[in-house]
């Protein structure tokens, strides 16, 4: 009998890499979550050998429906669900892997911000997931939890305000950005490393070895540098000149605490980038320097 992992946002970023990376791995079937199932995505992720199922937090009933019968679960919120914030999606998730029996469960989080700035900023995104972090940990469910940094593919989806734009004679790139001067940026690959993350914990459960990942927080992140410094690295690898346009607000008040809140107060301080406990699971962090040469430069055009 196949041993299924259920993995939701299964077309998203963050899940569809964790399909593929145990698509590679093959100790586990995944079960890619969508709202979409007839999407080309999940048809091109169906045709890799992974299974397609609707899931949908408007609807918890599809939701309990992905979990039935899976052995371990990757869980991921989805935001702007009218009706369950991504603390109640969490908490669903938690307690339906409880009463379903799933083994292990990988989720996927990121910092707090009302917690770490002791009250000065909110945000309620990461407070939610956050607060399911809490909640995760004291279900006594086996489990490992892996932090996210900002996300460098930001740098390449347009509906983003830090989305570059190439000058006219495409020889100079300028770089809206509401980061603060002087903030020491916490940077993740998501696709790159997170897949690889999930998979490597999903092995090292699988192989016997949960001591080493049940109960444990990893952070999913290849660089910890200056904002300004993560920019002059952007402009050696494009081979352009970079102008960045400092914003000082966006006037979206959750993006604006968290990009306030990471200058006052430093995400994940103390804690080591790359995470040596993943690289001692295998994982192969990616660098700054790779995202821009393979992902940004080619997104551009450059």
């Given at each position: 009998?196949?041993?299924i992992a259920t993995v939701f946002t299964g077309m998203g970023l963050q899940g569809s890499s964790v399909v593929r990376a145990l698509l590679k791995d093959g100790t586990f079937v995944p079960r ?222 959750m993006r604006d605490a968290m990009y306030d809140m990471a200058y006052e107060f430093e995400w994940y301080k103390g804690m080591p980038v790359p995470d040596p406990g993943l690289i001692a699971l ?21």
């Amino acid at each position: 009998m196949a041993r299924i992992a259920t993995v939701f946002t299964g077309m998203g970023l963050q899940g569809s890499s964790v399909v593929r990376a145990l698509l590679k791995d093959g100790t586990f079937v995944p079960r890619a979550v969508t709202r979409s199932p007839d999407s080309e995505s999940a048809k091109e992720l169906a045709a890799l050998g992974a299974e397609i199922v609707q899931g949908d937090f408007r609807d918890f009933s599809s939701i309990r429906k992905a979990i039935v019968g899976a052995e371990v679960v990757f869980a991921v919120s989805y935001p702007n669900v009218p009706g369950a914030d991504e603390f109640e999606q969490g908490k669903f998730i938690v307690d339906t892997c409880k009463e379903e029996g799933v083994r292990f469960v990988v989720w996927s989080s990121t910092t707090g911000v009302s917690g770490p700035s002791g009250g000065k900023y909110e945000a309620y995104a990461l407070d939610n997931k956050s607060a399911v972090d809490d909640y995760l940990r004291a279900s006594g469910l086996p489990h490992t939890i892996l932090l996210n940094g900002g996300f460098l593919e930001n740098w390449t989806r347009p509906r983003f305000p830090d989305h570059p734009r190439v000058s006219d004679d495409r020889s100079e790139v300028t770089i809206p950005s509401r980061w603060v001067k002087g903030t020491i940026a916490v940077l993740s690959w998501t696709e790159h490393d997170l897949g690889q993350s999930g998979a490597a914990v999903l092995r090292a459960y699988a192989d016997g070895k949960v001591d080493e990942v049940n109960g444990k927080t990893f952070l999913v992140a290849c660089a910890r540098l200056p904002i300004e410094e993560y920019f002059k690295k952007v402009e050696a690898g494009l081979g352009k000149k970079v102008t960045v346009e400092w914003i000082t607000h966006l006037g979206q008040p959750m993006r604006d605490a968290m990009y306030d809140m990471a200058y006052e107060f430093e995400w994940y301080k103390g804690m080591p980038v790359p995470d040596p406990g993943l690289i001692a699971l295998g994982v192969k962090f990616g660098t700054v320097e790779e995202f821009v040469e393979t992902v940004m430069k080619p997104h551009l055009g450059l």
